[in-house]
């Protein structure tokens, strides 16, 4: 089976690294699937958005992204992402909660929907 080499890494930390058989993020041009041997491409992520990933022994990593670039190239995907968290990391009720308060602050009530968006994704 084809792999390609992945790398989720956030300004603080890398959150993942690995071979993988699927790639999925949204960016700014629309969602997007990156497969082995994809031409390169640079992508800008969403503010928000959602990164999942099909490790080549089948596991699904997803995770919450909040804005950030995608590098493709024909073996690897690189996901550089201003901030990230693994959906399996998230505290659902403090999501939930940063909603039903809500507020003036747009960029946290829009990180909490991307927060949920990825557990459901996940």
């Given at each position: 089976?084809?792999e390609?080499?992945?790398?989720?890494?956030?300004?603080?930390?890398?959150l993942?690294?690995?071979?993988?058989t699927?790639v999925s993020?949204?960016?700014?041009?629309?969602?997007?699937?990156?497969?082995?041997?994809?031409?390169?491409?640079?992508?800008?992520?969403?503010?928000?958005?959602?990164?999942?990933?099909?490790?080549?022994?089948g596991?699904?990593?997803?995770?919450?992204?909040?804005?950030g670039?995608?590098?493709?190239?024909?073996?690897?995907?690189?996901?550089?992402?201003?901030s990230?968290?693994?959906?399996?990391?998230i505290?659902?009720?403090e999501?939930k909660?940063?909603?039903?308060?809500?507020?003036?602050?747009?960029?946290?009530?829009?990180?909490?929907?991307?927060?949920?968006?990825?557990?459901?994704?996940?």
């Amino acid at each position: 089976m084809a792999e390609m080499t992945v790398d989720l890494v956030a300004v603080e930390q890398r959150l993942w690294s690995g071979k993988a058989t699927l790639v999925s993020a949204q960016t700014t041009e629309g969602e997007i699937g990156i497969m082995p041997g994809h031409e390169p491409v640079l992508g800008q992520l969403v503010e928000a958005g959602v990164v999942a990933i099909t490790s080549d022994e089948g596991e699904r990593i997803v995770a919450a992204v909040h804005g950030g670039f995608l590098s493709v190239t024909a073996n690897s995907v690189t996901v550089l992402a201003e901030s990230a968290e693994l959906a399996s990391d998230i505290d659902v009720e403090e999501a939930k909660a940063v909603l039903a308060r809500g507020g003036d602050d747009e960029e946290a009530l829009a990180a909490a929907k991307g927060r949920l968006r990825a557990v459901e994704r996940g």
